[in-house]
């Protein structure tokens, strides 16, 4: 029984004792919200870095036992336009998560284009997907993006400035989408063509 006030008196001192000091506090406070400031900013940058656009949204159906099941279907081109350009497309029950798993689709199938000086391709290009027929041909400085459809949003979004693409095939816009990104993706420097060959940029030209 003598014991107890001494515990009681031991334990008011532990908690009165300071646990650290409160300048190492608001250091470590300060560290962790710069940390934290730094990986939202990052993030930021990395999704600023990409650009969305839809390109079509339909309203689908499927044929269920117990009727049809209705749905949204969203063409998205993705796209940095910086040389890298993706296609996706995506299904869902709301038109944004539709756009969103287009979005994600898009990114995981990227093509890089190489781009010349003058923000055109290096050589002429034939892309073929389905029915489509995708003809894109390097253009001179200042003819800007003479295309139409969802060929256009590819190639500005690739970041391809002077171009000429002409569509010969089917009218539909996935398809075309496609195509166009097969022959973005066909696409070689004259380098990268010479170095394959085993020849010289002089012996390429001649």
Do not use: C
Request: glycine fraction near 10%; avoid cysteine.
């Amino acid at each position: 029984m003598t014991n107890t006030p001494i515990k009681k008196e031991n334990q008011t001192e532990l908690d009165n004792v300071p646990s650290a000091n409160p300048n190492e506090q608001k250091k470590n406070n300060r560290n962790n919200d710069r940390k934290r400031n730094r990986r939202s900013d990052s993030k930021n940058e990395r999704d600023t870095e990409w650009q969305e656009r839809v390109v079509q949204i339909r309203r689908v159906s499927k044929t269920v036992k117990g009727g049809k099941k209705m749905s949204f279907r969203a063409i998205v081109v993705v796209g940095n336009e910086k040389g890298q350009v993706g296609v996706g497309v995506g299904k869902a029950g709301d038109v944004i998560g539709a756009v969103k798993k287009g979005v994600s689709d898009g990114k995981k199938h990227l093509v890089k284009v190489p781009l010349t000086p003058n923000n055109s391709i290096p050589t002429l290009s034939k892309g073929r997907d389905g029915a489509a027929n995708v003809l894109i041909r390097p253009a001179a400085p200042g003819t800007g993006v003479i295309a139409g459809g969802s060929i256009r949003t590819v190639l500005e979004l690739a970041g391809i400035k002077n171009v000429l693409a002409k569509r010969l095939g089917s009218k539909t816009p996935l398809n075309n989408a496609r195509a166009a990104m097969v022959a973005l993706s066909q696409l070689r420097t004259h380098k990268s063509a010479s170095r394959e060959r085993g020849i010289s940029l002089e012996q390429l030209y001649s």
